[in-house]
């Protein structure tokens, strides 16, 4: 357990230091006029993006907004219908489904709102699970999956399946299997909306401090103003479009 909380929890100054740490990079992901329809229902109408290493961007909205339908589409999950999405100047959008698939693999982490674990696997297999997609062997995958345990204060929970964690628990897992990758960015839709405030908190602070540690970049899908905090900046999502930036 991380015993304060990053930096990057104060609201105050933060887009500031940010700032002074992305200002001279160039953009890791770069999305342009992104338009996504499903049937007559227009879920983005051309927003732009842009998600600098190492930065934390808080995509804020309420609920049918559009703000998880970006977070999709930056992610390659979907492909948009109009407009492009570009990781490290790859277009992801031209990409076909089993490149998108290898990106998402290893290029990408993802820590959803119910963590989304394997049931029938283990703490440490559900870990591991990315080591062996990508073709590394059991034993090393899981002797790199045990080194996130103690770092998240999962000591001891190797052996437990999600049924058996507390929801916060089972967050800290999936938030391992997202890391163990060495992503460059991480996507989190709605990762606290299961958990209660101290257990939302915990989540928060280990997901972010282990992202500062590693340079990790993170898109951070919320509708609560506490997780926004953690943010070095915020973009608000209405309708499908961007209704006001906070880019300071």
């Given at each position: 357990?991380?015993?304060?909380?990053?930096?990057?929890?104060?609201?105050?100054?933060?887009?500031?230091?940010?700032?002074?740490?992305?200002a001279?990079?160039a953009?890791?992901?770069?999305?342009t006029?992104l338009?996504?329809r499903?049937?007559?229902?227009?879920?983005?109408?051309?927003?732009?993006f842009a998600?600098?290493p190492?930065?934390?961007?808080?995509?804020?909205?309420?609920s049918?907004?559009?703000?998880?339908?970006?977070?999709?589409?930056?992610?390659g999950?979907?492909v948009?219908?109009?407009?492009?999405?570009?990781?490290?100047?790859?277009?992801i959008?031209?990409m076909n489904?089993?490149e998108?698939?290898?990106?998402?693999r290893t290029?990408?982490?993802?820590?959803?709102?119910f963590?989304?674990?394997?049931?029938?696997?283990?703490?440490?297999?559900?870990?591991?699970?990315?080591?062996?997609?990508?073709?590394?062997g059991?034993?090393?995958?899981?002797?790199?999956?045990a080194a996130?345990?103690?770092?998240?204060?999962?000591?001891?929970?190797?052996?437990?399946?999600?049924?058996?964690m507390?929801?916060?628990q089972?967050?800290?897992?999936?938030?391992?299997?997202?890391?163990?990758?060495e992503?460059?960015?991480?996507?989190?839709d709605?990762?606290?909306?299961?958990?209660d405030?101290?257990?939302g908190?915990?989540?928060?602070?280990?997901?972010?401090?282990?992202?500062v540690?590693?340079?990790?970049a993170?898109v951070?899908v919320?509708?609560e103003?506490?997780?926004a905090a953690?943010?070095?900046?915020?973009?608000i999502?209405?309708?499908?479009r961007?209704s006001?930036?906070d880019?300071?």
């Amino acid at each position: 357990m991380i015993a304060n909380p990053p930096v990057l929890a104060a609201p105050a100054g933060a887009a500031a230091s940010a700032a002074a740490v992305v200002a001279d990079r160039a953009p890791l992901i770069e999305a342009t006029n992104l338009c996504k329809r499903f049937g007559q229902t227009e879920a983005l109408r051309g927003i732009d993006f842009a998600l600098l290493p190492g930065e934390i961007v808080a995509v804020m909205g309420p609920s049918g907004s559009g703000k998880s339908t970006l977070l999709h589409c930056l992610a390659g999950i979907i492909v948009p219908d109009e407009g492009q999405v570009a990781f490290r100047g790859a277009r992801i959008d031209e990409m076909n489904d089993a490149e998108r698939s290898r990106l998402r693999r290893t290029a990408f982490g993802f820590v959803f709102q119910f963590g989304q674990l394997v049931p029938e696997l283990p703490a440490i297999e559900n870990v591991a699970l990315p080591l062996l997609l990508n073709g590394i062997g059991r034993g090393p995958a899981e002797q790199r999956a045990a080194a996130w345990f103690p770092r998240l204060g999962l000591e001891g929970l190797e052996g437990r399946r999600a049924g058996e964690m507390s929801g916060g628990q089972a967050q800290r897992v999936a938030i391992a299997r997202a890391l163990i990758v060495e992503p460059a960015v991480i996507f989190a839709d709605e990762p606290t909306g299961a958990l209660d405030s101290l257990a939302g908190e915990h989540v928060l602070e280990l997901l972010t401090q282990a992202a500062v540690d590693q340079g990790v970049a993170i898109v951070l899908v919320t509708h609560e103003a506490r997780v926004a905090a953690y943010a070095h900046r915020e973009i608000i999502v209405r309708d499908g479009r961007l209704s006001g930036v906070d880019a300071s």
